[in-house]
T-cell receptor
Framework: GQQLNQSPQSMFIQEGEDVSMNCTSS?????WLWYKQEPGEGPVLLIA?????ELTSNGRLTAQFGITRKDSFLNISASIPSDVGIYFC?????????????FGKGTKLSVKP | NAGVMQNPRHLVRRRGQEARLRCSPM?????VYWYRQLPEEGLKFMVY????????ESGMPKERFSAEFPKEGPSILRIQQVVRGDSAAYFC????????????FGSGTQLSVL
C-alpha cells in the first residue's frame, strides 16, 4: 500500500543552521502537504504543493514537489528555537475520499539556542 | 475566528467504559475528519463526515467505533467498551466544502485507558 517515508527521523541542530528533510514514496502523489506539530497540539499546515517541480516558500520554509512525483523536500533556513516540533509530510490516499491523507512518521527537530 | 475545537483535551477511561470525543469544526466548514495518532507515529485517517452523512469510514475499526455529525451540534467520535490499545491522541480536522485537501486540525483529545 501507499507509504510515506521521512528522513531523518530526528535532527539536533544549532540555532541559525539550515535544515533539510525529505519524504519519499514508492507511489506517485499528485499533492504534497507539509505539516508541523508541536507538543500537545494538532498539526498545522505549512505548505501545500500541487505540481511536479513546484517550489513554494512560506517565510523561512521552502518546499519542493519532486519531479518524479515520488518525493518532496522541506528546507528551513536560519533555524530558531520556535522551529522545534515534528514535521510531517502527507498526501492524499489514492482512491480515497478528500481528506483521507497518508502521513509519514515525521522528522523531529530539536534546536539548541 | 475560532479554530477547530475539541473536547475534552484529556480523557481517562477504565477498560470496558465508553469514550465520547467531541469536535466543532471551524466556522464555515461543513466537512469533518477524524484521525488517530499513536506515540511516535504519524496520523491515521479514520472517518470523513459531512452533516448527517458518513462519507468515508474506511479507516474506522469495524467494531466498537462509531462517528456522527448531526445537523445541529458537534461531531462525536464514540468508542464503546474501550481497551488499552485504544489509548491514543484523536484529532479532528475540518475543511471547507469542495475538493479540498487542506485540513485544519484541532488540538486533539488524549485518551488514556487504564
Amino acid at each position: 500500500g501507499q507509504q510515506l517515508n521521512q528522513s531523518p527521523q530526528s535532527m539536533f541542530i544549532q540555532e541559525g543552521e539550515d535544515v533539510s528533510m525529505n519524504c519519499t514514496s514508492s507511489s506517485i502523489f499528485n499533492t504534497w502537504l507539509w505539516y508541523k506539530q508541536e507538543p500537545g497540539e494538532g498539526p498545522v499546515l505549512l505548505i501545500a504543493l500541487y505540481k511536479a517541480g513546484e517550489l513554494t516558500s512560506n517565510g523561512r520554509l521552502t518546499a519542493q514537489f519532486g519531479i518524479t512525483r515520488k518525493d518532496s523536500f522541506l528546507n528551513i533556513s536560519a533555524s530558531i528555537p520556535s522551529d522545534v516540533g515534528i514535521y510531517f509530510c502527507a498526501g492524499p490516499y489514492y482512491g480515497g475520499s478528500q481528506g483521507n491523507l497518508i502521513f509519514g512518521k515525521g522528522t523531529k527537530l530539536s534546536v539548541k539556542p | 475566528n475560532a479554530g477547530v475545537m475539541q473536547n475534552p483535551r484529556h480523557l481517562v477511561r477504565r477498560r470496558g467504559q465508553e469514550a465520547r470525543l467531541r469536535c466543532s469544526p471551524m466556522k464555515g466548514h461543513s466537512h469533518v475528519y477524524w484521525y488517530r495518532q499513536l506515540p511516535e507515529e504519524g496520523l491515521k485517517f479514520m472517518v470523513y463526515l459531512q452533516k448527517e452523512n458518513i462519507i468515508d469510514e474506511s479507516g474506522m475499526p469495524k467494531e466498537r467505533f462509531s462517528a456522527e455529525f448531526p445537523k445541529e451540534g458537534p461531531s462525536i467520535l464514540r468508542i464503546q467498551q474501550v481497551v488499552r490499545g485504544d489509548s491514543a491522541a484523536y484529532f479532528c480536522a475540518s475543511s471547507p466544502g469542495g475538493n479540498n485537501e487542506k485540513l485544519f486540525f484541532g488540538s486533539g483529545t488524549q485518551l488514556s485507558v487504564l
